[in-house]
């Protein structure tokens, strides 16, 4: 795949409290300024780890990237999305997607569309099309007429082009439904369990989070209706392994540590409000415990000292992390 060469380093995030984690919704109007400046704007941000992350989605398992259509409903809300998606690319970064080619490139019977199962879901293999390169913008090839292996070639191509995982809820009545799954870096959840599930079923493993149905009723109506938002989550871990898949991930033990890292994920909603759905980006970044600022590490220590009962259990803190924050407490981090 031919693409742009970016030359910036990560962004920056630091979504920390020095208090017990509550998981909240916790949402900010995307471009509220996170001291990365119009980055903090953007929906996709590329840098100069493109490559790594390139590499280890098509490392991931065919069954992370996962798409329901059971109806014509369906496909426009999968083609709406698509269009959006490699508009935004083009726009933000300079990088064109040619959907039309990527889907003639790719029937269903070549593209690694593997098994159809009984709920209507298409497992994908992502393979490496050579759809993509940097030119001036053009107008993006529409697909929302498309059929089921178009959206499937075009969702690997586009996942091929971002750092970024993604997943789509279609709100329907008083039910909301999963219409697709791209997750090659999970954290410690399972992505192939979770198509066509609800907002509550993709959270249930989450402590307190919803809340209730009240709550998660609202939160979808924020994620459909109104937006875009950003929101963070983090963890820390003794390994930098994007992928931290509960069975087929890659971890380092604490036992073995020999440094500790910051887990940001940078959570983008967008809202199709029109189409009742919402496409839900996340990109993930991991930041080692010796580039934090003294003062940084100084909250992170006393947030996973404070942080107790299922919340801790869940995010797994280990007591054994703090000795990385204390040891460098005093140390400036390095230039980066």
């Known amino acids: 795949m031919k693409s742009r060469t970016i030359h910036l380093k990560p962004a920056r995030y630091f979504p920390v409290e020095a208090r017990a984690l509550r998981l909240a919704a916790g949402l900010s109007r995307l471009g509220t300024d996170f001291g990365n400046g119009a980055r903090d704007s953007q929906f996709f941000q590329l840098d100069d780890e493109q490559d790594r992350y390139r590499t280890q989605r098509l490392a991931a398992p065919p069954q992370r990237h996962l798409l329901l259509a059971r109806s014509a409903a369906d496909l426009e809300i999968h083609g709406a999305i698509l269009d959006w998606m ?46 993509v390169s940097a030119r001036p913008a053009s107008p993006t090839t529409q697909t929302r007429d498309c059929g089921v292996a178009d959206v499937a070639a075009g969702y690997a191509t586009v996942a091929l082009a971002i750092q970024e995982d993604f997943a789509i809820l279609r709100r329907e009545g008083e039910r909301e439904t999963t219409l697709a799954l791209f997750v090659s870096f999970p954290s410690a959840w399972r992505p192939e369990r979770l198509l066509g599930a609800d907002f509550a079923a993709l959270h249930a493993p989450v402590p307190g989070f919803p809340g209730t149905r009240a709550a998660g009723s609202s939160m979808v109506a924020a994620m459909v209706e109104r937006g875009p938002y950003t929101r963070f989550v983090w963890s820390v871990h003794p390994d930098d392994e994007l992928d931290h898949h509960p069975e087929e991930g890659r971890r380092c033990a604490w036992d073995d540590a020999r440094a500790l890292w910051l887990r940001v994920e940078r959570q983008v909603l967008v809202p199709f409000a029109t189409l009742d759905a919402s496409l839900f980006l996340i990109r993930t970044y991991l930041y080692r415990h010796d580039t934090l600022a003294p003062e940084q590490r100084a909250v992170l220590a006393a947030a996973i000292r404070a942080t107790q009962g299922s919340v801790r259990v869940y995010k797994g803190f280990d007591a054994r992390a703090l000795a990385f924050l204390q040891s460098s407490r005093t140390q400036s981090p390095p230039a980066l």
């Open 86 to 131: 490699a508009g935004t690319i083009e726009t933000e970064h300079g990088i064109a997607i040619d959907l039309a080619a990527a889907a003639a490139a790719a029937p269903m019977e070549s593209a690694g569309a593997g098994s159809v199962r009984s709920a209507g879901g298409l497992c994908l293999s992502i393979e490496a099309p050579a759809h």
